[in-house]
């Protein structure tokens, strides 16, 4: 009796110890590992300028200590007037041609906030020697591209203090997004194909576009064609029209029943694989699926086949 306590004792000091130990370093750091960040640390990597200002050194410089500064370190890419040299970005213009089909982003039509100009250059430009502008000269550089989109006046000056005062004409249309979130529960089993999933409305400018499977009725009003072909038409018309009706390209016409006499010679499978996977024979190229890729196999399948069949 008195040997077992002899050894239950130490063994309720040790887990005693060693338990308290751990609670201990437990408040250190998670797992007891680790020291915290020093200050100095902290600022290597707190490099971030929020469009409020804040993070930004203090500093100043003016449209015109920027002309200068930009002539030389920024124009030889950027253009004198932002305007871009040859295939550089372009840093200035472009107002209103965001609705435009090729719309010009630039630093005045498209930017929320002068914060990220500042920042940009800060920590980019020169394209060739980032970081080696002074703060003062990132003001008065930023101040220039901002009068180059006409934001600011030839007199401004930039400071830490009024950069966050600075309005930029795109603002406004950047906002949170507001589309409604689904509400749909994920399924984890037993779960529809996917395949067998249908866009039954499609959002306009988020769904892409889905042709609409023909109805029945057609079948019978446009009888001279098989039912393969008749499903084959509306892809026809929406990938491979452009260049099958005219000839474009050195595309065969569907009209031109001697050419495409002599192409399904090869067999109709054979022309099929040319469709999907692209060919380039005599007369120039088919791009696979015409172009476009979101065509299933069988899409493709039945244009041919209205292809063939079409007058
Ligand atoms: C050697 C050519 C070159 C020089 C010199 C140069 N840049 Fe750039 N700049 C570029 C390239 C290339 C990009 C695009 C980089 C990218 O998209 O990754 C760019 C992008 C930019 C952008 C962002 C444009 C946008 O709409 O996305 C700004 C702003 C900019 N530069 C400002 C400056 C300023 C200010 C200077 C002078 C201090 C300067 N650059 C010097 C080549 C250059
Ligand atoms: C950008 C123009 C273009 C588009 C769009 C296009 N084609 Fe073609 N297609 C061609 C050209 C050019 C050829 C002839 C290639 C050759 O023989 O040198 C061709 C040839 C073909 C052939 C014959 C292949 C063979 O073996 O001779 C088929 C079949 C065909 N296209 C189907 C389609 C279908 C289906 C679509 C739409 C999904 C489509 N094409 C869209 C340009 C196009």
Known sequence: MYNLNKFFIPL????????????????????????????????????????DGKGLPKGQGSVTQGEPLYEAKCASCHGSFGEGQGRWPILAGGEDSLTEERPEKTVGSFWPYASTLWDYINRAMPYTAPKSLTPDEVYAISAYVLYLNEIVEDDFVLT?????????PNEENFYIDDRPDSTNTRCMKNCKNPADIEVVQPLAGITPEQEKAPVKEKAKSTSSL???????????QSSCFVCHSSGVAGAPKVSDKDDWNKRIEKGFDQVVTHAIDGYSGNTGIMPPKGGNLSLSDEQVTNAVHYMLEAK
């Open 226 to 236: 098989s039912e393969l072909a008749i499903q084959g038409k509306a892809t026809y």
């Open 160 to 168: 830490d203090s009024n950069l966050a005062s600075v309005k930029m």
């Open 12 to 51: 309720a000091v040790f887990l005693l110890v060693t338990f308290s130990s751990f609670a201990i370093a437990e408040k250190i750091g998670h797992y007891g590992v680790g020291k915290t960040a020093s200050e100095q640390q902290i600022k290597g990597w707190d490099i971030d300028i929020r469009p």
